[in-house]
């Protein structure tokens, strides 16, 4: 049932991401300090004051959410590209069960840090409202961006983010 619940609402915030522009959080001047969190990982604890210091790229997703399996890629993508240079993503799973979780994650092997919080205390925290939604986490630990939902036009708005936050030169197209 109270999967459910999450799934009715994140459906219904999911739809109002599509209406509400995808960077309202970068004009209400962002810049807030990103809630920590501690959440079991794959491998290890995952907590987020560990990463201060480096570019957080922080995803919320689960194993029932399409958009989700189209940002996977993206997402080892950019870590790849980026990592070297002290970029990391931490994708929180909000699953209420591991095992659908680690289903998706056979599926879509991720080659970033993968936290759970069957609880969904980090998305409140976070005050999520689509599913996936991601939070862009300067060396400071202060939120820069925001997006909704996962789209296609977001992604070079990100990367160029991203760039600019690890002290690349922005490159026009990749």
């Excluded at 491998?43 to 940002?71: H, M």
Aim: net charge positive.
């Amino acid at each position: 049932m109270h999967n459910s619940i999450i799934r009715v609402a994140l459906v219904v915030a999911v739809i109002y991401s599509f209406i509400t522009p995808a960077s309202a959080f970068a004009q209400s001047g962002g810049k807030h300090q990103a809630p920590g969190f501690t959440l079991p990982g794959q491998n290890q604890t995952i907590q987020l004051s560990d990463y201060k210091g480096k570019v957080v790229y922080l995803d919320f997703w689960a194993s029932w959410c399409e958009p989700c399996k189209r940002s996977f890629p993206w997402m080892n993508e950019l870590q790849e590209l980026y990592g070297k240079d002290g970029f990391e993503i931490i994708a929180v799973n909000l699953d209420t069960s591991r095992k659908d979780a680690e289903e998706f994650l056979k599926e879509m092997p991720a080659k970033f840090d993968v936290a759970f919080d069957k609880s969904g205390k980090t998305a409140e925290a976070y005050n999520l409202k689509a599913m996936p939604s991601s939070f862009l986490i300067d060396k400071n630990g202060r939120l820069v961006h925001k997006s909704l939902g996962y789209r296609v036009e977001e992604k070079k708005i990100v990367e160029k983010k991203i760039q600019k936050l690890v002290g690349r030169n922005v490159v026009a197209n990749r």
